[in-house]
């Protein structure tokens, strides 16, 4: 297995300072690039077709990233195959450095302003419509998966769970292969949209919107020193994909916990009306929903008490219940609440739509990702040139 030291490629053109980061798949190193003087992040991915699920997840990424260009989503700068053979079983990926994640933020006594919140929840959403823009659905925003610099920038990461938005005719029609595509146990069950968490077999774009109004909260959470950090709906269990057994059934017989995602859902939010239900297609995943006893929205003004009238009013719409009625991307940045610090060279749009044609083969062969791997090798060699 090739090391880091060994890569000539690599080492022409990136000095390695250390070594930063360990992980499941390799280790991550801390290195400059000799040309530009620009500090970068290179990953030692090893093993990767051990799993062919996880490495067709690194091949979405980094074909993903290579086709989106915003400053407000992480770039994979180059791929590196260590060795010119048909069997190579690890790569080099170099990225652009960032020097922490909001979890990590969340995680310390750092206290936000109203204009760091603001600039934040503003670039993520800047990327975040980039990104759509570019037919991609991101399925795992989080803390974790959201890179904050210094200076202020913010950077989306982590593409490995992403796909391309259903096309009208597969939404509309019965193809099975698209229907496989759209895996329901996405997005960390705290950031989860009620749409994947009642097993909608076709959802969009709109389940990002609502991560982003999970995350915005934390960060309206960081304005108030000295109150507990956490997230807004920190469920323990998720019915029907991972439920509580140990709780005791109620009406229909469900088992619905205190814990249970969409109780923690309702008890900020209240229970859901018949209008907000009319997106719901599984009739046992409606009778669940109406399992619940009724409960008011909670008073986001005592839980947010530092957040302004325009901040709040901005949150409710990321976090409506019903997918239609939640707020898009476009509508949030005409929001009054982003006015003082629009910023043209963030709004724009991507020009083509992403396209993965490995997406289409759920039964993809090891040597033929190996294949693409190597064409992504190719195309990034070609970008860096």
Known sequence: ?????SCTYLSSKYKIERKIGKGTYGSVYL????ATDQKVAIKNSKSIFRDALLAKCMLREISILRSLNHPNIIKIKNIVIPQACQNFNNLF?????AETDFRTLTRSSMTLSHEQVQSLIYQAVCGC???QS????HRDLKPANILINSNGNLKICDFGL????PKPELVNGTDKQYKRALTWHVVSRWYRAPEVILVEKFYGKEMDVWSLGCVFAE???????????SALFPGASCFPLSPDLTAPPVSGGFFVSEGDQLNKIFEIIGTPTEEDLEFVSDPKAFNYVKSFQYKPPADLSRLYPNATSEELDLLQRFLAFSPKNRITLDEALEHPYFTSIRNPLLEFKAEAQAEFVFDENADIDIQTLRDYFKREEELYRQFNH
């Open 1 to 5: 297995m090739a090391s880091i030291d």
């Open 31 to 34: 290195a400059k690039e000799i």
């Open 93 to 97: 990926v170099v990225m652009e450095l």
């Open 129 to 131: 419509r980039y990104m």
């Open 134 to 137: 570019a037919n991609v659905m």
């Open 162 to 165: 992403s796909r391309t938005c």
């Open 219 to 229: 960060m309206l959470g960081m304005m108030h020193p000295g109150t507990e950090r």
